[in-house]
């Protein structure tokens, strides 16, 4: 029954979705901020639990991919509803961190029909450093100094992702990185 826990976890943070929206089309800053809030703990909380009960799955990694970009969606939709000042005021930021996003899993549906689901540790600090950088602005202590790191590890999680993309034919869930995966070929 634990190993359970991970995927509903990720399930409710699926289902917040459609309240988050709610919460930032009818301008409720405080429910917005506390469920995003939840979502970002969430986040972090079902892959360190799945790794820890020894219950990821193909389907766990494609829930959380799906999690993962829906929460990206949300957030941005939240950002510009609530600030759009700070949007206006890191223009290069804000338009590079949707189109890297775009790219990486625009290539993934090409190549696997899928989004890639790869949760490399580069993937994983550019999650920590966003979500670090959507809940402090949500929570009104905005450091834009962590949406330039964010852009920049994105940058390389982002090139990273389509390098494997390139090294891996069939579709590969949880992929620590590029130096691993080199290290599995030279191995076998």
């Not at 775009?102 to 899928?114: F, Q, S, T, V």
């Amino acid at each position: 029954m634990l190993k359970r826990l991970p995927n509903a976890l990720t399930s409710l943070r699926i289902a917040a979705m459609p309240f988050l929206l709610w919460f930032a089309f009818m301008a409720r800053h405080d429910a917005f901020t506390a469920l995003m809030l939840f979502c970002l703990v969430g986040d972090i909380a079902d892959g360190i639990l799945a790794r820890a009960l020894n219950a990821t799955s193909p389907l766990g990694a494609q829930l959380d991919s799906i999690a993962d970009t829906l929460l990206f969606l949300v957030a941005g939709i939240g950002a510009w509803i609530f600030y759009p000042e700070v949007i206006r005021a890191h223009p290069v930021a804000f338009s590079l961190i949707p189109g890297l996003w775009i790219a990486e899993n625009l290539a993934a549906l090409i190549r696997y029909g899928r989004l890639s689901s790869f949760h490399t540790y580069l993937s994983r600090i550019t999650a920590y450093v966003m979500g670090l950088f959507i809940g402090l602005l949500f929570l009104g202590a905005l450091q834009p100094w962590l949406i330039y790191l964010g852009v920049g590890v994105l940058a390389l999680a982002t090139t990273e992702e389509c390098v494997l993309l390139w090294l891996l034919p069939t579709w590969t869930a949880d992929v620590r990185g590029v130096y691993w995966v080199l290290n599995a070929r030279h191995d076998t």
